[in-house]
């Protein structure tokens, strides 16, 4: 397939040498700093462009992935080619690209990305969605060729990925820094958290959270908390957020064992 | 060395096993539950015991890996063998044992652990406190010949470290399981998030937290958050939870880039 990819962060970065890795032919990189249109495209062996007016109309697939603010300005530019053209984005809806033309999709990949880290790209959930029955058969087809987990999900359910993954992906990043801050306060260092940090995400590979939960809370270990919240008496904002994690704990259904 | 185990829960059966696989000698295992202590101690070619009366004092260490509030009761009744006692517990003082006898130590497996679920115990960092400066060293000595994370940390230190792991641990894994509830009112797996949990994990491996914070609330995109909360109206926890994670996520010292 010929796709021209619009933007140059990390998910357009990913996509790209995804796509190019099995063998679509990426015709054009842009961005609006052709240094950054370059880097992407380089790779990729693909021509960096900086202007729209630059858009080659020979490719089958605009996949714009940018800012959620300016895709519907993009997308209004692109339609007057004729070709697909999907976004990448899980809190915007279908809706921003089609009602600029019916070739609308959406192309949501529910993982972060950094510039800088690899990642197998055939474990990224891939959720595909189009405005008609074929274009959403022919984006499946597509992730199917660089992503062994594809999903059909509508505009609906896509905004309550997006907001299910603040909670799995940024917020437990949130918490390990709040984890290191603690340790630097008392001279030991953020690496002796790696393993556990790593062990808790592996955990729930296989089982369901439910079932894995440890700690104090889980087991309702009000000695435990009363001392860690002692501990916490002068950080009153990672006490809150102490107090309100152990209480939800306490209330989950848990029919899981509680382990170390 | 010889070694005998006081428990048989998850803390008990791992540590058990690392001390056998390199050839340390595992006498005993005790557990109240005799068909407990056998599990344990069938795999470590060990006497199971569910009586203090029939500990055999011709151990090395005692290994105390059992509930806290019991740690104390059990260090009683092992210090007249004049051997050297050692707990497993993140939130208990030297103290707990060092008041019965001063061949006393802490030996701190700084991991969660599943019975069900294997880890290369190599990677494990292990907090090593004794009451003398030569009981630290041969406990120190001890983790080296299990584990490539070996720390020396006083009782202060290792209460810190507990804590940190609840932040680090428990209660990222009650946001995975929140994530999961939010994705299973809309027909949605839990199964989808494993990738972005795994990877999340993964990038803090590397770098620190800090500099990989991603999502709405590090960008302060505003609409967004009052996208999401909008979803959260029928889930007061849960919009807590956003509320208060995002505040301190916008109000975080972030030299980093938040990426997408």
Chains 1, 2 share one sequence.
Not at 236 to 247: H, I
């Amino acid at each position: 397939m010929r796709i021209t990819i619009i933007g140059s962060g990390n998910v357009a970065t990913h996509i790209a040498a995804a796509f190019a890795n099995v063998g679509h032919n990426i015709v054009q990189v842009y961005s609006r700093d052709i240094q950054h249109a370059a880097m992407v495209a380089y790779n990729v062996k693909a021509e960096p462009i900086d202007a729209l007016d630059a858009i080659d109309p020979n490719t089958d697939l605009f996949l714009i992935a940018i800012k959620d603010d300016a895709i519907a300005d993009i997308a209004q530019k692109l339609a007057k080619y004729g070709k697909l053209i999907v976004h990448t984005s899980g809190s915007t809806s279908l809706e921003e690209i089609e009602q600029y033309t019916p070739n609308a999709g959406v192309f949501y990949p529910l993982q972060t990305f950094s510039k800088t880290k690899e990642l197998d790209f055939w474990t990224v959930p891939l959720c595909v969605e189009g405005a008609t029955a074929d274009i959403t058969k022919q984006l499946e087809e597509l992730a199917r060729t660089v992503s062994n987990n594809v999903y059909r999900v509508n505009s609906e359910q896509r905004r309550i990925l997006h907001l299910a993954a603040v909670f799995a992906c940024n917020f437990p990043n949130y918490l390990y820094y709040a984890a290191g801050e603690l340790l630097r306060e008392h001279n030991l260092d953020f690496s002796m958290l790696r393993p556990l940090i790593l062990e808790t995400a592996r955990k729930v590979q296989e089982h369901l959270p439910k079932d894995v939960q440890t700690g104090p809370a889980v087991r309702n270990d009000e000695k435990t908390m009363a001392a860690h919240l002692q501990l916490l008496a002068q950080n009153p904002d990672l006490r809150r957020v102490y107090e309100l994690l152990s209480q939800l704990i306490i209330k989950m259904d848990n029919g899981g064992t509680a382990g170390a």
